[in-house]
Nanobody, 125 residues
Framework: QVQLVESGGGLVQAGGSLRLSCTVS????????MAWFRQPPGKEREFVAG????????RYADSVKGRFTISKDDTKNTAFLQMNSLKPEDTAVYFC??????????????????WGQGTQVTVSP
């Protein structure tokens, strides 16, 4: 049983920063490609950022490029999302996801096998 546990969400003013963490536990052999998705109020879940195994290549949604940074610590099976210059439109429930697929960063939520429970990020004007 693989579990993803997120932390680091909260309330922040526009222009502020937050750092989300996601730790993979359970049957954690091997390294994982990891990603962050978010679901704004009343909208569909969308891809935010992803990082793949080994090469650690990354990919970002256009809306967060230059503001968000994804990273991972394989020794701790933990991924991070550093969010700077936050905007009210970044308000959403943020989910981390993981898979063990090879190749490029996957941006479709159906490509991920494991999901966290979500953490709320609220950015006030």
């Amino acid at each position: 049983q693989v579990q993803l546990v997120e932390s680091g969400g909260g309330l922040v003013q526009a222009g502020g920063s937050l750092r989300l963490s996601c730790t993979v536990s359970g049957r954690t052999y091997g390294n994982y490609a990891m990603a962050w998705f978010r679901q704004p109020p009343g909208k569909e879940r969308e891809f935010v950022a992803g990082i793949i195994r080994i090469s650690r290549a990354t990919r970002y949604a256009d809306s967060v490029k230059g503001r968000f940074t994804i990273s991972k610590d394989d020794t701790k099976n933990t991924a991070f999302l550093q969010m700077n210059s936050l905007k009210p439109e970044d308000t959403a429930v943020y989910f981390c996801a993981a898979n063990q697929l090879p190749g490029d960063v996957r941006i479709l939520d159906g490509d991920y096998d494991y999901w966290g429970q979500g953490t709320q990020v609220t950015v006030s004007p």
